[in-house]
C-alpha cells in the first residue's frame, strides 16, 4: 500500500526511532556522521539528533532520528536493532510512543526541505524558482492591425528535464 508523505515537519512517533548504547568513545560529532550514514541507506532523513546519556544512566550517547516516511523507519528500526552498526557493541533501535492524548499541529517544510523531499521521491534533481530568460515578441492579427504581445519564457534545459518512463 502507498504511503502519504507529507510536505511537514514529521511529527508523529512511528517516523521517530530511539537509538541508544551508543559507544562513549566517539565524539557526538562523530556519532551524528555514523548515524546519518547508516540510517540514510533506509530513506530520507528529516534530522539525526545526539544527546549524552543522563548522569544515572553511565557514560555515552543516544540519539533520535527523525523519517520523512513511517515505513522507511519501520524497516531500519527491524534491520538496525541488536545490530554492531559502526561500533563493538549492539545498538538498540525502537519506534518512538507517544500517548494519543499529544496532538501536534502539523508545521510547513521550509522551501528548502521541500525540495529536498520533492528531489528524493520524485527523482528530480534541479527544481528552479528562476526565469532565466524573457523575451517578448509581437505579431499583427489579420485584419484588425492589432498587436498582441506574446511571452517567450526560456529556462536552462536540465532544470527541468523529467525522468524517463519504461
Given at each position: ?5 507529507p ?7 512511528d ?6 548504547e ?6 557526538a ?5 555514523s548515524?546519518?550514514t547508516?540510517?540514510?541507506?533506509f530513506?530520507?532523513l528529516?534530522?539525526?539528533r ?9 557514560p ?7 523519517f520523512y516516511s ?13 545490530k ?7 545498538v ?14 502539523a508545521l510547513p ?9 520533492a528531489n ?7 527544481w ?8 517578448y515578441?509581437s505579431?499583427?492579427q489579420?485584419?484588425q492591425?492589432?498587436e498582441?504581445?506574446l ?8 532544470e527541468?528535464?523529467?525522468p524517463?518512463?519504461?
Amino acid at each position: 500500500m502507498a504511503e502519504l508523505v507529507p510536505f511537514a515537519v514529521p511529527t508523529e512517533s512511528d517516523k521517530t526511532l530511539l537509538v541508544w548504547e551508543l559507544s562513549s568513545g566517539p565524539t557526538a560529532e562523530a556519532l551524528h556522521h555514523s548515524l546519518f550514514t547508516v540510517f540514510s541507506q533506509f530513506g530520507l532523513l528529516y534530522s539525526v539528533r545526539v544527546f549524552p546519556n543522563a548522569a544515572v544512566a553511565g557514560p555515552g550517547f543516544y540519539a533520535v532520528i527523525k523519517f520523512y516516511s513511517a515505513k522507511d523507519a519501520h524497516r531500519a528500526q527491524k534491520a538496525c536493532d541488536q545490530k554492531q552498526l559502526f561500533q563493538k557493541s549492539p545498538v538498540k533501535v525502537r519506534l518512538g510512543t507517544r500517548h494519543k492524548a499529544v496532538q501536534h499541529q502539523a508545521l510547513p517544510l521550509n522551501s528548502s526541505r521541500c525540495q529536498e523531499l520533492a528531489n528524493y521521491y520524485f527523482g528530480f534533481n534541479g527544481w528552479s524558482k528562476r526565469i532565466l530568460e524573457v523575451g517578448y515578441f509581437s505579431w499583427k492579427q489579420y485584419g484588425q492591425g492589432e498587436e498582441e504581445y506574446l511571452s517567450d519564457f526560456s529556462f536552462e534545459e536540465e532544470e527541468f528535464r523529467l525522468p524517463e518512463l519504461d
